[in-house]
DNA sequence: GTGAAAGCGCTAACAA
DNA sequence: TTGTTAGCGCTTTCAC
């Protein structure tokens, strides 16, 4: 690989001169800067990442911690980020954390040695606090995204869980249901929570108590979405709920999965309605009422924000609430011709 | 942020002590070592990336260029790439192209800059055959994932596609079917040709003829094969395919969708095959019988190639196809109890 | 055993 | 307008 130097040589200029016009910061006479300019197409030279980082204090390129990129909700919101990274010449290092506190080790190990600028941290969890919070004392630029670290001073963004409960459970109020089950996320998790609160506001708003039995909590996996599901089934007619809201598209499909092995029919029997809208809530076969979660948008504002972060000085935290949108389709009964 | 001077000077000793510490590649009294220790855990230090990798003219990290992480074959090659990579305390750094040749391009500006130590490229396509080879041309330690690129020199993991299509048509031929109809996904891909050719090699060991009507050419997405299979069912029955192989498991959805939308029962009057084995294959509901890509294997093998071109001098080009696997499940009937 | 210093490739302050 | 040079933080040769 050639350097500046060479560049130089070739060109019969100073190195400096060629700096100038690789960063167009100086005024250099046309003839020099086309000489330059040949022997950088010459010599096929691109300047060197890291006596540029060196020099700079940056990497120009930032970290976005997943904690499983195979899970579906992830690629499009990494997606999100990448594209947003890209637009202005940053690059992403994606990191799975595949939920060891190791990997969140590592990530910021990447931080304190400059490879990465900022962080975008998706999906907190209570155990990555004191990692987290040490790094904002430390200046370092990160932002949440998806899930929030309550108290920890960062900027966040996420997307409206609340509302999205709300509207869920209305939505089932207004088909006419009175025994709405909310399968909730892992106890604790505050994404969950917020839902939760959000369906538990509506069923008060209608005069419904919710019974601890509604709202068993567990993985919004498919699985364990399943075996929830069978536990209602086996109750008498009249006990069993008659809407079920999951946290998860994929959890839903364990949902429709288990009320089809009991020979309840969807809607008429059980309604059903899952969060996200990925890809397979679309299928003609499936056609899940959904509480769509702008995973795409996600990935983008998080990265706007740090990006914003890297360039200003430094500014109070920002919390940026994303809509959720109401998907009407088939699992609830109601679908548009 | 403290630098390796501020430890030599908090230690008493000098930079290169440390230095030595650091790298542990000189014996160092055991009573300095440890003041250089104390001193790098008062000062929270860590070495920096940028004047590493400028010494060392190596980035330690690697570029995974994939066309589209949220098409759902890829997070799981990319979480092999990273586990692999992570392990050789390497970091990875995920580029989607989008299929645009202009993202191939930086990724390609990247590699020239020493962002990145090597390149892992799935999916790669005839027209970034050129750049690629440029690259391979001045040593760029390359590997190719997925699909392979006729004629350029570089390392290539693939799985075994035409056994793939030999397997799923003799699996079909063995359940007592003859009209059997190979969706082949866009025409000139390596990887649909090779299945389609293992498809080819099943039906004429088995005397049939394939009508071009039955080796349909398209997208394997769903909408793409949810349409090509309406044409199938407009067919006389006694004329359309009682069997359908696709090239993925989206767009054996697709395929299934259509059959249920005509009254198609599967697997009594169609069977169906995709590849892949996505997790929504396992589903209760789609039980699809399938040909397993090993997606994460893809992923690990290639990156582990790279890392052994990295570390080794140059060494000839290497082919590893991986093993396919045929998962019987209900779309074709057959299943296990 | 340990340290001084050169040098990796680049930018920018300063000099001419 | 252009060039010389110091220095970013680190590793490693060479000398002591």
Redesign the pocket.
């Known amino acids: ?1 050639s ?3 060479d ?1 130089a040589k070739h060109a ?9 016009v ?2 167009n ?5 046309p ?3 086309e000489r330059v300019l040949a022997a950088i197409r010459e010599l096929n ?4 990442a ?3 980082g ?4 940056e990497s120009r390129t930032i970290g976005l911690i997943v904690s499983d990129i195979s899970n579906p909700f992830y690629p499009d919101l990494a997606k999100g980020c990448e594209d947003e990274a890209q637009k202005h010449g940053y690059a992403v290092h994606m990191i799975n954390t595949n939920d060891q506190p190791e990997r969140m080790r590592q990530a910021a190990a990447q931080a304190r040695e400059g490879k990465i600028d900022g962080l975008i941290v998706t999906s907190a969890l209570e155990a990555d606090r004191e990692l987290l919070q040490s790094l904002r004392e430390r200046g370092f630029p990160l932002v949440l995204a998806h899930r929030r670290l309550e108290g920890l001073d960062a900027d966040l963004v996420e997307s409206d869980n609340f509302e999205g409960g709300l509207m869920a459970a209305r939505h089932m109020l207004r088909m006419g249901h009175r025994r709405i089950a909310f399968m909730s996320g892992v106890a604790g998790s505050p994404t969950s929570k917020l839902r939760e609160e959000g369906y538990r506001q509506a069923m008060k708003e209608a005069g419904i108590d919710v019974p601890p039995e509604w709202t068993l909590s567990g993985e919004a996996k498919y699985t364990a979405s399943y075996e929830r599901m069978l536990g209602y089934a086996d109750m008498p007619p009249d006990e069993r709920p008659t809407a079920v809201i999951n946290m998860s598209d994929v959890g839903a499909m364990g949902v429709l999965d288990a009320a089809a092995d009991r020979g309840l029919r969807v809607p008429e029997d059980v309604a059903v309605m899952g969060f996200d809208d990925l890809f397979l809530a679309a299928f003609r076969s499936v056609r899940l009422t959904t509480v769509r979660i702008p995973r795409y948008e996600l990935g983008r504002r998080a990265t706007e924000l740090l990006l914003e972060r890297l360039s200003e000085a430094s500014r109070d935290a920002r919390h940026v609430v994303l809509p959720v949108e109401l998907i009407v389709r088939g699992t609830c009964g109601g679908e548009q011709a």
């Open positions: 690989m350097t500046i130097k560049i019969g200029v100073s190195v400096a001169t060629v700096s100038y690789l960063n910061n100086r005024y250099v006479s003839e020099k800067k030279y691109a300047p060197n890291a006596a540029r060196l020099r700079a204090r």
